[in-house]
């Protein structure tokens, strides 16, 4: 594992609980869980591409998905496979290469956060690519200037371009979200009615995160 990565789940979690960490982590992405058991209800197989610590795992797995995290660095899955058993999970971690998925095939979903944004465009495009053919559906979340988090190598993208790219991939956009609220955002949620806010801030991206949940093309 990288310093950096090691420094970034050090941060993260800080002086928290574990479950603490997770809560937020899981609140956070309500949505994408919510948007997963509609397109795709459970019993179901989910493969989870740069896992990181497997929360989402832990998750899914209580939903009733089987799922399978995987990550190209050993430490990650090791730091991984402690946080389920911190929760008593049995999910599946294994080390693998994100950019060449062919013995990870007939998945129900593919799902990445926070991951394919550190690569150049046209690797971007492969790994969604590759995320089509292990899978029938592809959720991918990626982040904002408004994260609140500090930009190294993320590339930002605009919902309009993170949707070319899944097209590129030859995946049909389903359902385009956002994921939490910027900072500062509370007298403008409270001025528009949700009807309006929402559908606004999806289609320009105001939010921490945006996220988008595509069908492999037939």
């Known amino acids: 594992m990288s310093e950096r990565w090691k420094q970034y789940f050090k941060d993260k979690i800080g ?28 019993p179901g197989k989910i493969i989870d591409i740069g896992c990181g610590m497997g929360l989402s795992g832990i998750f899914l797995e209580s939903l009733g998905y089987a799922y399978t995290g995987i990550d190209n660095e050993p430490d990650i899955i090791e730091q991984a496979r ?28 593919a799902i990445s956060f926070g991951v394919i944004e550190h690569f ?23 982040p904002t200037r408004l994260s609140g988090d500090e930009i190294t190598d993320e590339r930002i993208y605009s919902m309009g371009g993170f949707a070319r790219m899944f097209e590129e991939a030859g995946l049909t956009p ?26 606004l801030a999806t289609a320009l991206g105001y939010a921490p995160g945006i996220a ?7």
Do not use: C
């Not at 389920?84 to 979903?109: C, I, K, M, P, W």
């Not at 385009?176 to 001025?191: A, D, E, H, I, N």
């Not at 988008?212 to 037939?218: A, C, D, E, H, P």
């Open 212 to 218: 988008i949940l595509g069908k492999r093309s037939s």
């Open 120 to 142: 150049e465009r046209e690797q971007t495009v492969e790994l969604l690519r590759q995320q089509a053919l292990a899978s029938e559906f592809v959720m991918a979340e990626i």
């Open 174 to 199: 389903v359902k385009k979200f956002t994921l939490g609220v910027p900072s500062g955002s509370f007298y403008l949620r409270k001025l528009l009615p949700p009807a309006i806010y929402q559908p």
């Open 15 to 42: 002086d928290q609980e574990m479950f603490q960490y997770a809560f937020e982590y899981w609140n956070f992405r309500h949505p994408v869980y919510v948007y997963l058991q509609r397109y795709l209800p459970p």
């Open 82 to 109: 402690e946080v389920r058993e911190y929760f008593h999970g049995s999910t599946q971690l294994e080390v693998a290469d994100a950019f060449d998925l062919s013995n990870y095939r007939g998945y129900q979903g």
